[in-house]
């Protein structure tokens, strides 16, 4: 891609919502991409608190790459961006359990799955961070196991599947097979979601390695494909409305529309550090070709999507049935 960053930001919050959905919340991107372009004083919503906090997570662990390898304080402070203002926010956010927990049922004794207990988990841990920095099998082979043991191993009390989601564009971006998170896992895992859960069972009940490495490399081949895809489109609908368009500030609120295909007169203007009388323009200019559309009907703090783009970023298979 000649510009992977002015594609970054979408494709970070649709990997955000899909990776909360699997947890059960019910935000779609079109409501996050919304409260980002006009904020509201704060979104009321739990749900689209906790796809923020998983954007703001992605974020900082891609900053923190920079001075961290991946390892287990990485680990921990993803946690506790994540866990931050949020259900699970008394749960310690960033640090690791020092009790007993469970998946599914009840209680313990009803339980579908019971991690280490809390006197194992420094020891695992040990073993899981080692484990990170072993460079002896195939990058793709080797992340899907560390994934699996994140999850069997569930070292917080909440957050541990986001938390273990979040690991994998981060393990590939630190081992050099991507050069950004553009490339998610959580789509496949939330259209399969059953299969996924009953294959990390699989493999703590059964041993069932090469069926789970199996469906984590499909799932990295199909994501894969999906992203070309989605890329190829986006960059030739850029080149499309470039060339209808000659005026300096339409063309950068062009590129503006593939961060967030929603946009306000004043956001623009702070975008492209110019005045609102500019901005109106290019947002008028874009509106006459129909790439712009305003939606909420009203005449002051209107806001405009721009649908070409939209169907691209938030395919209807994205949203929420």
């Known amino acids: 891609m000649p510009n992977p960053h002015l594609f970054l930001a979408p494709y970070l919050r649709r990997e955000a919502v899909l990776s909360s959905r699997i947890e059960g919340t019910r935000t779609n991107l ?3 991409l919304v409260e980002e372009a006009a904020p509201t004083q704060g979104p009321t919503d739990e749900d689209l608190r906790e796809v923020q906090n ?22 921990r402070e993803l946690h506790a961006r994540l866990m931050r203002g949020v259900r699970g926010e008394q749960a310690n956010p960033g640090e690791f359990r020092s009790e007993q ?30 484990f990170i920095h072993d460079r002896r099998l195939p990058d793709l082979i080797q992340i899907a196991l560390l994934h699996e043991q994140f999850e069997a191993i ?21 081992r050099r097979r991507l050069p950004q998170p553009l490339l998610y896992l959580s789509g496949f895992l939330e259209a399969n979601r059953r299969q996924y859960y009953d294959l990390l069972q699989a493999v703590r009940t059964d041993g069932a390695w090469t069926e789970w490495i199996r469906f984590f490399l499909q799932g990295m081949e199909e994501s894969g494909t999906a992203a070309m895809q989605q890329a190829h489109q986006l960059m030739q609908l850029r080149e499309e409305l470039r060339a209808r368009v000659r005026r300096p500030q339409v063309l950068g609120l062009v590129d503006e529309l593939f961060r967030n295909p929603y946009v306000t007169i004043s956001g623009v203007a702070r975008a492209l550090g110019t005045t609102a009388p500019t901005a109106s323009n290019a947002v008028h200019a874009l509106e006459s070709e129909g790439v712009l559309r305003e939606v909420t009907g009203r005449s002051w703090g209107r806001l405009y999507v721009a649908d070409p783009v939209l169907r691209i970023i938030d395919p209807p298979q994205l949203q929420p049935s």
């Open 30 to 32: 079109d409501q996050l």
């Open 54 to 75: 998983y954007v703001v997570a992605l974020e900082q662990g891609m900053e923190l790459l920079n001075e961290l390898p991946l390892s287990l304080r990485l680990v």
């Open 154 to 174: 569930h070292p917080f009390r909440d957050g541990n599947g986001r938390v273990g989601r979040l690991l994998i564009p981060l393990f590939l971006i630190e």
């Open 101 to 130: 927990n469970w998946v599914g049922g009840r209680t313990i004794q009803t339980a579908v799955y019971v991690p280490p207990p809390p006197e194992r988990l420094d020891e695992v841990l040990r073993d899981w961070e080692e």
